[in-house]
């Protein structure tokens, strides 16, 4: 129960933070090996959620997989506006992972080439719940929930 207080209060102090614009980081490289695991419209926004594995993250951006790195997956989203097709790349994003042993894992995605991403760890089998949180730049909270099984 505390840390879904602690959760819900973290989201809408995202509410007030300084809106993040993705940036392109465009030059790191070979092209990504990602896959689509979610597309759902909320509100008039298409969220499409993609996740990679750390190695593959690495190579595309043309680097080494560091030892210390404990993440074993890459989850990022990307946002469009329904109406115009346009990409939102600015706001906040917060995910939260229910791990398959009811532990969970949460953080605020970082804007980076066009999409939102974060580094996270899925090193147990089973299905892994991914709730998001996100809020545009017409203020508006919205939320997209999934389940992502890994082997």
Not at 41 to 63: H, I, L, P, R, W
């Amino acid at each position: 129960m505390k840390k879904n207080i602690a959760f819900l209060v973290a989201l809408f102090v995202l509410t007030f933070a300084v809106n993040v614009k993705a940036a392109d980081h465009s030059s790191h490289g070979a092209e990504r090996k990602t896959a689509t695991v979610h597309e759902e419209v909320v509100e008039g926004v298409k969220a499409t959620f993609n996740v990679q594995t750390m190695s593959d993250a690495m190579k595309a951006m043309g680097m080494d997989m560091p030892r210390e790195v404990k993440e074993t997956h890459h989850i990022s989203v990307s946002f469009k506006d329904t109406k115009t097709g346009k990409a939102l790349t600015e706001g906040t994003v917060a995910i939260k992972i229910q791990n398959p042993d009811k532990t969970s894992q949460s953080k605020d995605l970082n804007g980076m080439h066009g999409h939102f991403g974060a580094d996270f760890n899925f090193s147990r089998s089973g299905k892994y719940g991914i709730m998001c949180k996100f809020v545009t730049r017409d203020g508006k909270i919205r939320q997209a929930k999934f389940w992502y099984p890994v082997k």
